[in-house]
């Protein structure tokens, strides 16, 4: 019995530890090599003129993000090295939510371009 109980609370604590980070989904539309640094426009930020967009990077809820993971520096951090990742040189974010009673993270939408 007490095995019975141990495996069923592994098995809870394993679904809610899984469960409890930023869903982030990065699509590249073109293959390039990592940078070092990168800048991030708002939302109501006008982007420099010679860039070329590559991608772009989302940032959601899974459902059950209850740590520090979705504060805005937290979402900032990530979606920074997504881009530097995936070869960019800017990020324009697109999409900004902040947290309210769906969700209490950051969520975000945000293209990733590179200078031309």
Do not use: W
Request: a positive charge.
């Amino acid at each position: 019995m007490k095995r019975v109980v141990l495996l069923f609370v592994s098995i809870v604590l394993l679904f809610v530890l899984n469960g409890c980070g930023l869903s982030v989904r990065a699509v590249a539309d073109v293959k390039l090599p990592p940078t070092t640094s990168v800048e991030i426009y708002n939302v109501n930020q006008a982007l420099p003129e010679n860039i070329e967009r590559i991608g772009s990077v989302t940032i959601d809820d899974t459902g059950f993000t209850a740590d520090r993971r979705g504060t805005y520096d937290a979402c900032m951090s990530r979606l920074r090295s997504e881009a530097m990742k995936m070869g960019g040189d800017v990020v324009g974010i697109v999409v900004l939510n902040t947290p309210d009673r769906h969700s209490t993270i950051y969520r975000m939408v945000a293209d990733v371009y590179r200078y031309k």
